[in-house]
């Protein structure tokens, strides 16, 4: 997403300067992440609405709510993969990796919310 993070390298192991470079790739994502994941709340929203209309009530929001929270804890895992990523020697693959964290932790999250919703949430609702 920025051209400045192809040119960013740091000597691994020292904290300040990794948590700096992990924040400025992983934080920026986030927003997406979150677009992403409601975007497809709301296509099963709209593609089932007779289906979940009994279910828009004040506590089944908290609940939704509650569930974006663990979407959000969840995302902070990236960090634990940052680890092994400012290991990496060389920045462009540092880089490559990071993307492609960054995907497989976005098709699971898709994959994990359309099962949730899918299997746990559309049968019961009335």
């Known amino acids: 997403m920025e051209t400045s993070q192809t040119s960013e390298h740091h000597a ?3 904290l300040p300067e ?3 470079v992990a924040v ?3 934080e920026p994502r986030r927003l ?8 497809f709340v709301a296509a099963w929203l709209v593609g089932t609405w007779p ?3 009994p279910a828009m009530t004040l506590p089944n929001g908290l609940r939704l709510a509650g569930l974006a929270l663990i ?5 902070c895992t990236s960090y ?5 990523v400012q290991q990496c020697e060389r920045p462009t693959l540092a880089i490559r990796l990071r993307s492609a964290l960054w995907i497989a932790g976005m098709v699971l999250a898709v994959l994990l919310e359309n099962y949730w919703i899918a299997d746990e949430i559309y049968p019961f609702v009335n």
């Open 80 to 84: 634990f993969g940052e680890i092994v």
């Open 71 to 75: 979407a959000n804890a969840l995302y």
């Open 32 to 39: 997406v992440y979150n677009v992403v994941l409601a975007g």
């Open 18 to 20: 990794s948590l700096a």
């Open 12 to 14: 691994p192991g020292r």
């Open 24 to 26: 400025r790739f992983w």
């Open 51 to 53: 289906h979940f209309r």
